[in-house]
């Protein structure tokens, strides 16, 4: 898997956190939640610095994954993330 740019990876954890408000019944917006919480919100802390490259989250992961045209991943990041919602 590609590094993900941090740049790139804060903006799809503020995206899926911010499409994930107000979902009570979103596994996703629990682990968002629980990250934001857990963490202080300190980007530095949170899961998408657990692996390097900025690949601690499935999340972010899958959306970039999708995002990025010609990747043999690519289906297999969508499935993934319908799982999640």
């Not at 740019?5 to 939640?33: M, T, Y």
């Not at 919100?41 to 390097?52: S, T, V």
């Amino acid at each position: 898997m590609d590094a993900i740019p941090h740049e790139v990876a804060v903006r799809l954890c503020e995206e899926i956190r911010r499409e994930n408000r107000g979902k009570w019944l979103s596994a996703a917006r629990w682990q968002c939640w629980g990250c934001v919480t857990f963490t202080q919100g300190d980007p530095a802390k949170m899961c998408l610095n657990n692996q390097p490259g900025y690949r601690g989250c499935q999340l972010i992961n899958a959306r970039y994954d999708r995002q990025r045209p010609g990747t043999e991943e690519q289906g297999q990041a969508h499935s993934t993330l319908n799982d999640e919602y």
